[in-house]
């Protein structure tokens, strides 16, 4: 006995060994590819970010409503085995299409390295995308319910460890996935999948139960209904207006499910701040210092999940548990709410430093202007009606000035005097330009926001008295000003070149500035070293380490709250509705993106850090309303519920007993019969 159950013992590991992998390569799949998404939008697609990031959101949600259909098609038709294995092929054939749409080759008709047809790339992006939710998402509740489905009722401690070791696989293939193709992972994750085929344990699928289920819900409404006067006794649930027609423990199961779905109804919100992870915060990194920004915004929850997981699940729960405290599931996940919450005060905390920062930029009815001067001397420059300022030679006004209006004059102190009328840009920033001949001063739009990814823009006024090549930009002419180049941080070097002369010119960056280089007429004789520099934009100064509290306090909030959930979803479930309880779940997260979205699109309050402390207020209201339900909630053994039912209709338990044995013998003959199969070919 003992030999055979550790056979048992191993043979066990080495199932959920398949079922863990393959979600490691899905996932790995899917975040390698949602990692590059939006980049695909901004510079292959060209859309704007607005767009880039409503059609990212968007997607997400579809890869979170789609389990629903996944779970449908498991419980009512194909079963957990098949539907994965499908949906799978849908989910590759969506990769290999997103694929085909990045070759712009195809449409690419003149070799500009521009596609000719964009609608083309489009279109095919996405079919991609829409296969590419209907597989993750389809098979995504199916994976977990049948991983859970290989343990047998009395292993819930097992059962526990499966969904933890399940969601570390999920962030180490979230982790990695930057390192290798999405494309192969996608292959790799069906024959991982395919080669446990022969182990696992399969429930069939028993029906259209989501049907039977619809119609049953149906018919209890239906009759009680009819039966609304008060003359009828009540019943003690208003399912039970359905014992009519249906089979009681069909209804056992409905009630069972309902309870749970109706506990869900808080939970989206807990999703609505954690997905702004990927959008708020990476934005609010774009406004600090740093050198580590790609990094820490990629990976930092999956590392935190790796170490949190085991931590919480070795250390912590089990401490608690011995403090004689009760730290139900429901209990966790309250916590792992206000966990989110407080992530979101601490991301406020963070926006309020970065705000002292950052440069007052003009409101959509304001206009601002610089001066900056390359003539020979100093000049005394008058905005009307009553803006005097002194501008040095080869220098610049101190700081932006704020106009209400747009029409401005400028007075030059020249002799004789030069006087020119400009009209501003509402909502803008610009840079009036006097060059060598003040008599052409010109204006030049500015930078109105960080520049992005931490980059610095730079430009350079041309103040020598010919054409100038500097590396990497078109020439300049003289008096000339160029676009804004975006540089990485770090030391950079420029060539300056004209003709037979040239000279290097060395600066470093930090993150997030903006600088226009004059370069005087003497640029040449000096070796460079007379070029001055104009500081638009200061550079960032409050640290990107000061996210890591927000990334810790969102990470833990996730692991009490996303993997107990996971764990609560299949625990909860009736064993024929396993799939749909676990659509149910990811559901919450679905409309938590569509809630991400609504908010993006109505726009946000006018300081973001009162934004992040409104968002952490609400998830902080919604906790206390899930406490309260959760306090009513009674937790159930779904197995337990059944038997009782069955027993009510007759079935005596040690037939139900013999039922079990039968069926326990039949799938053994089966794995048997398969094994000698496998072994002949
Ligand atoms: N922590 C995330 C992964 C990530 O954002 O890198 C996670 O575990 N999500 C759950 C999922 O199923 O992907």
């Known amino acids: 006995t003992l030999f055979s159950n550790k056979k048992k013992k191993r043979k066990k590991i080495c199932y959920i060994f398949f079922i863990v992998v393959n979600e490691f390569c899905e996932r790995f799949s899917y975040y390698g590819m949602r990692a590059v998404l939006v980049l695909y939008f901004r510079y292959f697609l060209l859309w704007d970010d607005d767009l880039a990031t409503s059609i990212y959101h968007a997607f997400v949600a579809l890869c979170y409503l789609t389990p629903i259909l996944g779970a449908i098609i498991a419980d009512s038709w194909l079963g957990k085995f098949k539907t994965i294995i499908y949906l799978s092929i849908v989910y590759a054939i969506g990769q290999v299409t997103m694929a085909i749409s990045t070759i712009h080759d195809i449409t690419d008709a003149n070799r500009d390295g521009t596609p000719d047809n964009f609608t083309f790339h489009i279109a095919?992006?996405?079919?991609?995308?829409?296969?590419?939710?209907?597989?993750?998402?389809?098979?995504?509740?199916?994976?977990?319910?049948?991983?859970?489905?290989?343990?047998?009722?009395?292993?819930?401690?097992q059962l526990n460890t499966f969904f933890s070791v399940f969601y570390l696989c999920i962030n180490a293939g979230s982790l990695l996935s930057t390192l290798i193709t999405p494309l192969k992972s996608v292959a790799s994750t069906l024959m991982v999948f395919i080669a446990g085929s022969g182990m696992y344990v399969k429930t069939d699928p028993e029906g259209n139960i989501m049907w039977s289920v619809c119609k049953c819900i149906g018919f209890a409404i239906k009759n009680r209904f009819r039966h609304r006067s008060s003359s009828y006794p009540k019943r003690e649930h208003w399912m039970d207006w359905a014992n009519e027609k249906y089979d009681k423990l069909l209804i056992a199961q409905i009630k069972m499910v309902l309870k749970v779905l109706f506990l869900y109804i808080p939970l989206p919100m807990f999703w609505t701040l954690f997905d702004q992870k990927g959008s708020r915060w990476t934005l609010q990194a774009t406004t600090m210092s740093g050198d580590f920004v790609s990094i820490l915004i990629s990976t930092v929850n999956p590392i935190l999940i790796l170490t949190l997981v085991p931590i919480m699940d070795r250390l912590i729960f089990p401490l608690i548990q011995k403090c004689g405290l009760n730290f139900s599931p429901l209990k966790r996940m309250t916590v792992g709410m206000l966990f989110a919450a407080m992530a979101f005060v601490s991301a406020a905390l963070v926006q309020i430093e970065?705000?002292?920062?950052?440069?007052?930029?003009?409101?959509?009815?304001?206009?601002?202007?610089?001066?900056?001067?390359?003539?020979?001397?100093?000049?005394?420059?008058?905005?009307?009606p009553n803006e005097h300022l002194l501008i040095e030679s080869f220098g610049s006004s101190a700081d932006y000035v704020t106009f209400d209006h747009q029409d401005i004059t400028v007075s030059l102190n020249t002799n004789p005097v030069i006087t020119k009328a400009f009209s501003l840009i509402k909502g803008g920033r610009q840079t009036l330009i006097i060059p060598s001949d003040p008599t052409v001063m010109y204006l030049k739009e500015d930078v109105k926001s960080k520049p992005r990814e931490g980059k610095n823009a730079i430009r350079f006024v041309n103040g020598y008295t010919a054409d100038l090549n500097i590396t990497n930009l078109d020439s300049i002419e003289p008096s000339a000003t160029t676009n804004y180049t975006l540089v990485n941080q770090g030391k950079r070097d420029f060539v300056l070149r004209h003709g037979e002369q040239w000279c290097e010119f060395s600066r470093k960056f930090g993150f997030g500035a903006s600088y226009t280089f004059l370069i005087p007429s003497t640029v040449f004789s000096d070796d460079c070293e007379s070029i001055t520099e104009v500081e638009d934009?200061?550079?960032?100064?409050v640290h990107m380490a000061l996210q890591i509290p927000q990334y810790f306090l969102i990470t833990t909030g996730e692991v009490m709250f996303s993997v107990t959930g996971l764990q609560f979803s299949y625990s909860q479930a009736p064993k024929n509705m396993k799939s749909v309880l676990q659509a149910g779940w990811l559901c919450t997260n679905a409309v938590g993106n569509i809630i991400v979205?609504?908010?993006?699109?109505?726009?946000?309050?006018?300081?973001?850090?009162?934004?992040?402390?409104?968002?952490?207020?609400?998830?902080?209201?919604?906790?206390?309303?899930?406490?309260?339900?959760?306090?009513?909630?009674?937790?159930?053994?779904?197995?337990?519920?059944?038997?009782?039912?069955?027993?009510?209709?007759?079935?005596e338990p040690e037939e139900m007993e013999k039922e079990t044995l039968e069926m326990e013998e039949k799938d053994e003959d089966q794995k048997n019969e398969q094994g000698v199969k496998q072994t002949k070919i």
């Not at 829409?130 to 009395?154: M, N, R, S, W, Y």
């Not at 934009?537 to 100064?541: A, G, I, L, V, Y």
């Open 124 to 157: 095919l992006s996405m079919l991609g995308l829409i296969l590419i939710a209907l597989g993750t998402g389809g098979i995504k509740p199916c994976v977990a319910a049948f991983g859970g489905d290989q343990f047998q009722e009395h292993q819930s401690r």
């Open 354 to 384: 970065i705000d002292k920062t950052l440069p007052n930029f003009p409101s959509s009815s304001e206009s601002q202007l610089k001066v900056v001067n390359t003539y020979s001397t100093t000049l005394n420059v008058t905005i009307s």
């Open 537 to 541: 934009m200061k550079p960032n100064s």
């Open 597 to 651: 979205l609504i908010v993006a699109e109505l726009g946000k309050l006018p300081k973001q850090w009162a934004e992040y402390l409104l968002f952490a207020s609400l998830l902080v209201a919604v906790s206390i309303i899930f406490s309260i339900m959760a306090y009513f909630y009674t937790y159930i053994d779904p197995a337990e519920i059944e038997a009782q039912v069955r027993k009510e209709q007759g079935l």
